[in-house]
């Protein structure tokens, strides 16, 4: 059966330090992978999307950026984190041809 | 106007009771429709998947697509704590790209 897992599950962050955040997913091979981002009455913001390695988009220009090193590995990243950079942020994957997506169970950032 | 439109609540309601929640939204080349359900600092799950228009049925869930009205619903039968929850609904046209509700809050009190 197929899983993906995130870690870590929170994570407290001083303004201006580096981020890297790790998906990864067992049991499927090429799956769409997703980057969201929750903040409280405001739902679900997509990020990142890749369709294969090396393959990713963004939705939304900002301080983050996405790498697909692998075909079920799936890194958010930033070089210097903001404020506005503290949420919950979601990994999420699909296949090609189902189009419901399982979620990962979230990392809780905070940004001081 | 946003894609998907879904009131926050928060929805309270008693044990037992039946519970409506509900989704519209703008785009009519939507034609998958998902319910996700989020408990608290967890990822959300997926509930019911419903192609097009009709009804579908999984234990005491109902999910409803109503395409001409751009209106979709889900019923909780005999809702129970543990259905506590937020309760987002999903849809998207055979792009990548599925759009959500911004979720509504349900707590059922015992």
């Known amino acids: 059966s197929q899983t993906i897992h995130q870690w870590p599950a929170t994570l407290v962050q001083p303004v201006g330090s580096p981020l890297s955040l790790e998906c990864t997913v067992e049991g499927t091979s090429n799956p769409n992978l997703y980057w969201y981002r929750q903040a409280a009455g405001r739902g679900l913001q997509l990020l990142f999307y890749?369709?294969?390695?090396?393959?990713i988009s963004s939705e939304v220009p900002q301080n983050l950026s996405a790498s697909r090193p692998q075909d079920r590995q799936f890194i958010l990243s930033s070089k210097k984190l903001l404020l506005s950079d503290s949420g919950f942020y979601l990994c999420a994957w699909s296949d090609q041809g189902n189009y419901g997506y399982t979620f990962g169970s979230g990392t809780r950032l905070t940004v001081v | 106007q946003k894609e998907v439109e879904q009131d926050p609540g928060p929805l309270s309601v008693p044990e037992g009771a039946i519970v409506s929640l509900n989704c519209t939204y703008s785009n009519s080349a939507f034609q998958y429709f998902m319910w996700y359900r989020q408990y608290s600092r967890k990822g959300p799950e997926l509930l019911m998947y419903t192609y097009s228009s009709g009804n579908k049925e999984d234990g005491r869930f109902t999910a409803q697509v109503d395409k001409s009205s751009k209106y979709i619903s889900l019923f909780i039968r005999d809702s129970q704590p543990s259905d506590s929850a937020t309760y987002l609904c999903a849809m998207k046209s055979g792009a990548n790209n599925l759009f959500f509700g911004t979720g509504t809050r349900l707590t059922v009190i015992p």
């Open positions: 890749s369709v294969g390695i090396g393959q």
